[in-house]
């Protein structure tokens, strides 16, 4: 099997809430199978201590840090990364990111 690269929004002041939320999603979505090529795939993931962004600035941060091949999120059965975001609504959200087994 091969890895495929996923992101995934979540709105929530807490990462640990929001991550469950968005897992959770993705778990009904994509039922509890491996190979989902989802978030489904992560138990745990990292925090990045960086500043609050856009949504667009996130996505853009996350490629960098995928691209960079960063050792923190770069096994596919290894955390997600979480990157601090400002949602489309003005909340405080999370992106989670990162590789997942397809």
């Not at 190979?35 to 490629?63: C, H, L, M, N, W």
């Not at 949602?87 to 990162?98: D, K, P, R, V, Y």
Request: no cysteine; charged share 25%; glycine share 8%.
């Amino acid at each position: 099997m091969g890895a495929i690269t996923f992101y995934d929004i979540a709105a929530g002041d807490a990462p640990d809430k929001a991550f469950e939320a968005i897992r959770s999603e993705a778990l009904y979505e994509h039922g509890h199978r491996e190979g989902t090529g989802s978030i489904a795939e992560k138990d745990t993931f990292i925090v990045f201590d960086e500043p609050r962004r856009s949504k667009a600035a996130a996505y853009r941060r996350a490629s960098e840090l995928i691209d960079a091949n960063d050792p923190r999120i770069e096994n596919k059965w290894g955390p997600a990364g979480a990157l601090p975001v400002t949602t489309s609504s003005a909340e405080n959200g999370w992106l989670f990111f990162g590789w997942a087994n397809d």
